[in-house]
């Protein structure tokens, strides 16, 4: 499992074994970086992530295995850091 950077305008279909986890997928961060800045939207992700799962509304079995796309450049830090680090 791994992070990919992914735009469906330029790299066309999902490469296989990926799962899309950007807005509307339930996995994205719903905390816009042009509203918070990018480390506060992810550090509220984190919560909300934490929340969700403890409460048993996201399994996060059901992205396991595959690779996870979401569209922030690669140098960048994003929120699926944040689920594949919660997944070790």
Known sequence: MKRISYNRYIDGKLPPGTKLVTRPSRFSNPYHVAEHGREEALRLFKIHLDDQ??????NLEDLRGYDLACICP?????HVDIILNKMK
């Open 53 to 58: 799962v403890e409460k048993g509304i996201l």
């Open 74 to 78: 690669m140098d960048e830090k994003c």
